[in-house]
């Protein structure tokens, strides 16, 4: 599993700063989630001022 970035992501990039496995980065204009990388700790969901992380 892992968590995932929706469309509600204003692109403040916290997220990115944040994960402890550096599986959040810039793709095509908008932050995704490595799937391979994340270990699904919610530390992004917790400090997502706009809520659009989720998990899968
Ligand atoms: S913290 Fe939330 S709003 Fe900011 S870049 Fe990450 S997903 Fe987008
Ligand atoms: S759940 Fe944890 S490991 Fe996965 S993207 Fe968010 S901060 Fe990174």
Redesign the pocket.
């Given at each position: 599993m892992a968590r995932f970035?929706?469309d509600?992501?204003?692109?403040?990039?916290?997220?990115?700063s944040?994960c402890p496995t550096d599986a959040?980065s810039m793709a095509e204009d908008?932050?995704q989630v490595d799937p391979d990388v994340c270990i699904d700790c919610g530390v992004?969901e917790i400090?997502?001022?706009?809520?659009?992380?989720s998990e899968r």
């Open positions: 970035i929706g509600g992501c204003i692109g403040c990039g916290a997220c990115e944040t959040i908008r932050f992004c400090g997502c001022p706009a809520g659009a992380i």
